[in-house]
């Protein structure tokens, strides 16, 4: 059974920094694109970040493009957001994402988690 678990989201006043972690398990990681994603009420998800299976590509949205590093750690089934100079509009709740083989700018990947909310404070 695949689980993806979210962690690291909490308050934190514009300008301050978050990591985001995400544990995946029941899959064989390094076959599987990653991906962040977030979704604020009435609003559709949206991608945020993401990584290749191979973990040579590395994607951002243009909101978070400069401020946010997405990174994998094979060995630990991981993947982590770095969230820095946070922005109120940047509050929402962040989920994990699989994709098999990839793409990585889609929001049709295979496996979710089941959130972690960050807030920033103005």
């Known amino acids: 059974q695949v689980q993806l678990v979210e962690s690291g989201g909490g308050l934190v006043q514009t300008g301050g920094s978050l990591r985001l972690s995400c544990a995946a398990s029941?899959?064989?990681?390094?076959?599987?694109?990653m991906g962040w994603f977030r979704q604020t009420p009435g609003k559709e998800r949206e991608f945020v970040a993401g990584?290749?299976?191979?973990?040579?590509?590395?994607y951002y949205s243009d909101s978070v493009k400069g401020r946010f590093i997405i990174s994998r750690d094979n060995a630990k089934n991981s993947i982590y957001l770095q969230m820095d100079v946070l922005r109120p509009e940047d509050t929402a709740v962040y989920y994990c994402a699989a994709k098999f083989l990839g793409p990585v700018v889609t929001t049709s990947y295979d496996f979710w988690g089941r959130g972690t909310q960050v807030t920033v404070s103005s």
């Open positions: 990584v290749s299976y191979s973990s040579q590509s590395f």
């Open positions: 029941g899959l064989t990681f390094s076959n599987f694109a």
